[in-house]
C-alpha cells in the first residue's frame, strides 16, 4: 500500500497582524506594531500550497480561528454586545484585544502532534492538540482546532483525538514544533523524535535563563503515552538552552527531519552525539539508515539561522530518494545562509536542490515555511477517508484564491483591530470557508 507525508498548510486569517506578542520569538518582537496585509499573506501561503501540490505532493490545508475572540474577552468580564466588548476592550485593556485578533494559528506546527497508524498501539492516526500554553493568545486556539482537526479527519477506525494536556506549565506543549517523526518509508513503523526545552520535575535538566522554554520533557511524554508509542520508537532530546535564550523558541527554528535525514545546526541539542546514537541504533531496529546532516557554527551562526529561519524549512522527498528544501527568500538575502546552501546542494549529498519562496508576511511575524505545516504521515486507505474538501486541488486553489480577494483586508493596523465591523467580516468569511472545505459547524458562533 502507498503511504505519503501530507503537508497541511494553515490559511492565514483576516485578522493577520504583527502584535508581537511572542516574548522569545526574535522575529514578532522587533516587527511589532507595524503595519500588516492580511490579503497578502493569505495570498503568499496558498501559493505555497499550491506550488507543492503543482510539484506532486500531496497538500490539504487547515482553517482559521475565529477572531477576535470575543467569547474569551467576556470569560475576563468584559460584557455587553459584542461590538460594545470590542469597543471596551480597546478603550481599557489593548493588549488583551490584540491577543485576542491574534492570527497565529497560521503557524499550524503548533497545532498538534500526530503521530501515524503504523507507530501507534490501535494502528489508527493519533492526534493530540497542542495546549500552547506559555502564551495567552496561543492558549485560546486549542478548542477551535480539536473541532476543525476532528472534522478534517472524522472517520472513528482511523483516527483518534486527544484533547489538549492540562493548561499548566508543567506540561507546556508546543505541538509538532518540537516533534519529528524518522522512518524508511511513510507507511512502516517509524522513530519519534520529541525535543524538549526544560524539565518540569526534574532539576538535573538545565534551563534558559533569558527566554521561556515552551516545551516541557513531561508534556512530550504525555503524548507519547496517548498515542500509545512503544519506548523504542521514541527518542527524547534535549535543546539547548543557550540557543533558545537566542531566539530558538521551538526546535524547528534550529533543526528539521524528514524521511530518514536530520537537517540540524550544531549547537542545536544538549549531548548531540547521545542522541544521535540513539536515532541511529533505533531506526536501524526498523529497517532504517540513519542520516544526519549538521551545520556547523563557523559557517551558519544561531543568529543567521534564526534571522534567516534557515532550519524552518520544508525538507522533502522526492520519488528518487532525494530530498528538496523549501526555505523563505530570508536565506536567499543572508549571504552566509545562501553560500552554505550553494556548498549543500552542489555536495551530491541527500539534500539536492533548494526552492525559494516569499513568505514576508508570515516571517515578519515570526514564522518560515515548516511553521505553516502540519506533517501528517497517512496510508492510502487512511488519506481516502480524509475530508476530501480540505485537500488541496487546483479547483480548490482557485476557490479560496477568490475568497481571499473578497474577504480580506488589505491593511491591518492596531487601531483596526479596534474595529467591530472587523468582527463580522471575519464571522461572514469563516462562515463560506467551512462550506468551501466542507467542514460542518466548527465556530463557535457557528455553534452557539
Not at 480561528?65 to 474577552?73: F, G, I, K, S, T
Not at 516569499?358 to 505553516?372: E, F, I, R
Request: charged content about 20%.
Amino acid at each position: 500500500m502507498k503511504s505519503y507525508e501530507v503537508n497541511f498548510d494553515g490559511l492565514v486569517g483576516p485578522t493577520h497582524n504583527y502584535g508581537g506578542l511572542s516574548y522569545g520569538n526574535v522575529a514578532s518582537q522587533s516587527n511589532s506594531q507595524q503595519s500588516s496585509n492580511p490579503k497578502e499573506a493569505a495570498l503568499q501561503g496558498l501559493a505555497k500550497m499550491k506550488a507543492l501540490m503543482d510539484m506532486g505532493f500531496q497538500q490539504g490545508v487547515l482553517a482559521p480561528q475565529e477572531r477576535p475572540d470575543v467569547a474569551a474577552l467576556r470569560r475576563l468580564g468584559f460584557a455587553g454586545s459584542d461590538a460594545q466588548v470590542i469597543q471596551q476592550v480597546a478603550k481599557e485593556a489593548m493588549p488583551l484585544l490584540v491577543a485576542s485578533c491574534s492570527a497565529s494559528s497560521m503557524w499550524v506546527a503548533n497545532a498538534a502532534t500526530v503521530s501515524p497508524s503504523a507507530d501507534t498501539a490501535d494502528g489508527r492516526v493519533h492526534f493530540t492538540a497542542a495546549n500552547l500554553n506559555c502564551k495567552y493568545h496561543r492558549s485560546i486556539e486549542h478548542p477551535t482546532t480539536s473541532r476543525v482537526l476532528g472534522a478534517m479527519f472524522a472517520n472513528q477506525q482511523h483516527f483518534a483525538h486527544h484533547a489538549a494536556l492540562p493548561a499548566v506549565a508543567q506540561f507546556g506543549d508546543e505541538g509538532a514544533a518540537n516533534h519529528t517523526r524518522f522512518c524508511r518509508a511513510y507507511g512502516e513503523a517509524g522513530v519519534e523524535f520529541f525535543v524538549f526545552g526544560r524539565s518540569a520535575f526534574d532539576t538535573r535538566y538545565p534551563a534558559p535563563q533569558k527566554y521561556p522554554a515552551r516545551q516541557t520533557l513531561e508534556a512530550s511524554q504525555a503524548v507519547a503515552r496517548l498515542h500509545g508509542l512503544r519506548e523504542e520508537g521514541v527518542v527524547y532530546a534535549q535543546q539547548n538552552p543557550s540557543v533558545i535564550d537566542q531566539g530558538v523558541f521551538h526546535n524547528d527554528v534550529i533543526a528539521v527531519g524528514n524521511g530518514e535525514v536530520l537537517f540540524y545546526h550544531e549547537d542545536a541539542f544538549l549531548e548531540t552525539d547521545k542522541m544521535l546514537a540513539e536515532l541511529s541504533s533505533k531506526l536501524a531496529k526498523v529497517g532504517g539508515k540513519f542520516q544526519s546532516v549538521c551545520v556547523p557554527r563557523s559557517a551558519v551562526t544561531v543568529d543567521d539561522a534564526v534571522r534567516s529561519y534557515l532550519f524552518n524549512s520544508q525538507l522533502l522527498s522526492r520519488p528518487d530518494g532525494s530530498m528538496l528544501l523549501i526555505v523563505p527568500e530570508e536565506c536567499r538575502s543572508n549571504e552566509r545562509v545562501w553560500q552554505y546552501l550553494q556548498g549543500l546542494t552542489g555536495s551530491g549529498g541527500v539534500i539536492r536542490e533548494v526552492k525559494v519562496f516569499d513568505l514576508k508576511q508570515s516571517m515578519q511575524n515570526g514564522g518560515g515555511p515548516a511553521c505553516l505545516r502540519l506533517r501528517v504521515a497517512l496510508n492510502e486507505t487512511e488519506l481516502a477517508a480524509v475530508n476530501p474538501g480540505v485537500i488541496m486541488t487546483a479547483s480548490l486553489y482557485d476557490s479560496l484564491t477568490q475568497w481571499v480577494e473578497r474577504h480580506y483586508r488589505d491593511r491591518m493596523t492596531e487601531n483596526d483591530l479596534a474595529d467591530p465591523q472587523l468582527l463580522l467580516e471575519c464571522r461572514g468569511a469563516l462562515d463560506e470557508l467551512t462550506q468551501i472545505l466542507k467542514l460542518g459547524a466548527v465556530y463557535p458562533f457557528q455553534i452557539n
